[in-house]
């Protein structure tokens, strides 16, 4: 029975608000009836103590409007309220309980695209929360509605939005279910506020070029992208779409990605191989967009040779691109073994440049290139174990800039075989180099302890103090030598992230360090271990650095949360 009776005319004329159960309640407006949910939508204040003047109703907490013969409102960061249908009936008023919102889903994916296209907060949090609560196959209408706003409301091209938005999608089966919504919600707003304010992105038309001359696209594209031409770099991409499989139209973006070092700190890179990811989760609707979106990242990009600290007083870019030369005229031998130890040593203790010949020897001796850069990310990690608390706060993003260049290099060749990743692994090995500096002095590095209680609730309440760095990786080292399932250790650290104002680089440390270590679980050996221990570290250090923040950006998810989920917000509702 969906049909209540709330109470008779006669009552309500003389109270003219009336509370229904349900939290539903019910109005005298100029004659007419109403029945609304009586909290806000904007953050839960009960209505019934709004004022109505006029046909609209003032909640009295930030002032939001609402019409209320339709349910609008005059300040779209409120959303609209809940309306229920009435009926009167022998001066007998009844009201419908089920709230009328048509098919659910829909109802949901509105509210996230209006949160995007407006860039508002509340919106993207109750889309998000709506839909994943009806079923959480809902993450993949969710990725798409991100994807097209973002690659299209966007003419900078694929950002940091998109970006985040792939991670989180990837780290999803590793969270509880409310700390899911905090990560598609954070990443859907970053998507938004890259959208605020820009001119959207105009796709141009592929090219209807002669057959034979399909084989110079790969050419053309790092001609364009060279000479910073993002329009003909993006028509020429189009057209490949249509007959390269993704492996090769991979290839050709990595090439002209790697003609220059470490371009925007490796940024370049990583959104890259995100958005190659994105083409992997999304329908094939969302390619050409996503494809659309690459060009500019690469043409208005910062080139690394063009920095003095890459030149002097070590000049890399020479070392490189003679190590390079040496590569391309070796004879390599196919699957040799890889020292893992030995290289890990190499890259950690080079400061000269010395670590670019070590990774120049193994590949000349035919070790599987995903290989090398699964221990060059390692060794990317172990910078961040050793990270000084004395370095510059900012320098966390300069140690974070090269694991995540490094992870994304690995992460790609995982994907493929592609030959010009060996530049860019060469790129994270300088990178690598000029970070040396901010291990010294050392941080050193945790030794697990005897925990006197392991609840996970303790290690939560450790962010809580200001940059607890050290004491939760001991806890977190402590924890995962005596539990085999690391699953809860790693869900709680989300849940610490996720509960703070996280910021893109935090949650790009989150599933660059997750998707490692995982990675690591496929071998059983000491080293393999220890790797794990090293970026169990490395995340909890990065993630503890960065906490507490003033946790303003989850509020409104969890807003949404609560109000979608029935709660009452104020005590005195
Ligand atoms: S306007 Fe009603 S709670 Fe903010």
Not at 263 to 284: P, S, Y
Not at 535 to 558: G, I, K, N
Request: hydrophobic share 40%; net charge negative; with cysteine.
């Amino acid at each position: 029975m969906s049909w209540q009776k709330a109470c008779s005319m006669e009552e309500l004329k003389k109270e003219r608000v009336k509370l229904i159960k349900g939290g539903i309640v019910v109005l005298l407006h100029e004659g007419h009836v109403y029945a609304i949910d009586n909290r806000c939508p904007h953050m839960g204040f009960p209505l019934h103590m709004g004022s109505l003047k006029n046909g609209i109703l003032t909640c009295q907490w930030h002032h939001a409007r609402f019409d209320l013969s339709s349910g609008g409102t005059l300040d779209p960061w409120a959303d609209d309220l809940i309306k229920y249908e009435t009926d009167i009936q022998d001066e007998q008023i009844y009201v419908n309980v089920a709230r009328a919102t048509g098919d659910r889903a829909t109802y949901h994916m509105n509210q996230l695209q209006k949160g995007l296209e407006q860039n508002l907060s509340l919106l993207i949090g109750k889309g998000v929360v709506g839909l994943l609560t009806i079923d959480t196959k809902h993450v993949r209408d969710i990725l798409h509605a991100g994807i097209r706003f973002g690659t299209t409301s966007n003419n900078a091209g694929f950002d940091r939005g998109v970006t985040t938005l792939v991670a989180m999608v990837n780290v999803l089966p590793k969270l509880h279910l409310r700390v899911q919504v905090q990560a598609l919600y954070q990443a859907l707003v970053m998507v938004a506020s890259d959208g605020a304010n820009r001119a959207p992105k105009r796709k141009l038309t592929p090219l209807t070029t002669r057959a034979d001359m399909e084989e110079r696209w790969v050419d053309w594209y790092t001609d364009c992208t060279n000479v910073r031409d993002a329009q003909g770099a993006e028509r020429i991409l189009l057209s490949a779409m249509h007959t390269y499989s993704k492996e090769a139209l991979a290839q050709l973006v990595m090439r002209a990605v790697t003609e220059h070092y470490y371009m925007n700190d490796g940024h370049v890179l990583d959104f890259t191989n995100k958005a190659f990811e994105a083409i992997e989760l999304c329908d094939d609707a969302y390619h050409s967009d996503i494809l659309a979106s690459l060009p500019m990242i690469v043409t208005t990009a910062e080139r690394s040779e063009e920095k003095s600290r890459w030149r002097a007083p070590v000049d890399y870019y020479t070392l490189v691109e003679k190590a390079l030369e040496d590569i391309q005229s070796a004879d390599v031998n196919p699957s040799s073994p890889l020292d893992d130890g030995a290289l890990l040593t190499a890259l950690l203790e080079s400061q000269d440049g010395s670590s670019i010949q070590a990774v120049k020897q193994v590949i000349m001796q035919g070790v599987p290139l995903v290989n090398i850069a699964r221990v060059i990310t390692l060794a990317a990690a172990t910078r961040i174990v050793h990270f000084s608390m004395q370095n510059d706060f900012d320098d966390w993003n300069t140690v974070l800039h090269t694991f995540s260049h490094a992870h994304a290099v690995h992460a790609s060749l995982q994907r493929s075989h592609d030959p010009s990743l060996i530049r860019a692994m060469m790129h994270t090995v300088v990178s690598l180099s000029l970070d040396s500096f901010l291990n010294i002095p050392a941080a050193k590095r945790p030794v697990a302890a005897e925990l006197d209680d392991d609840e996970l609730h303790h290690f939560l309440a450790l962010f809580d103090t200001q940059q607890p760095v050290e004491v939760a990786a001991q806890w977190a080292l402590s924890y995962s030598d005596k539990h085999a399932d690391t699953g809860p250790l790693f869900a709680t650290i989300g849940e610490a992230m996720l509960r703070e104002d996280a910021g893109f680089h935090t949650l790009q440390m989150y599933e660059a360090a997750t998707a490692e270590y995982d990675n690591w679980n496929s071998f059983d050996n000491d080293f393999a271990k220890r790797a794990k221990d090293t970026l169990l570290v490395a995340l909890v250090r990065y993630v503890a650095a960065h906490s507490p923040t003033p946790r303003e950006l989850p509020r409104f998810a969890d807003i949404a949360w609560r109000l979608h989920r029935g709660e009452k917000i104020f005590e005195d509702a």
